[in-house]
């Protein structure tokens, strides 16, 4: 009797034609307008409803993301998203300081 082997991708639900090595790409419904998110895990989900075309668009812009946070320029949590620490603590302060 014959069997064929099912692939990673369809093992671990993940685009293989998108992943690339320490970043896979996750097909998911995603709320709104949202096209694809670039996780802090190094994971991308992108919206199913996308054509091929805009899939890849995504993931080359969620990719920019990835590459951001890997240098410390880009990071987020549940409540907030931070662009460059230094520069945004820096203008904390000058707002402290027209404050006072």
């Given amino acids: 009797m014959a069997f064929k082997l099912k692939t990673k991708g369809e093992i671990f639900g993940y685009n293989e034609e998108l992943s690339e090595w320490g970043r896979p ?5 995603l709320k709104g307008d949202i096209m694809a998110e670039a996780n802090n895990d190094g994971t991308t989900f992108i919206d199913k409803s996308l054509s091929p075309a805009q899939k890849k668009e995504a993931v080359e812009h969620e990719n920019v993301h990835h590459c ?15 662009w460059k620490k230094i520069l945004s603590r820096l203008l904390e302060c000058i707002r402290e300081i027209k404050v006072i």
């Fill in 68 to 82: 951001q946070m890997k240098q410390g320029r880009l990071h987020y949590d549940d409540n907030m998203v931070t």
């Fill in 25 to 29: 790409v996750f097909e998911k419904n």
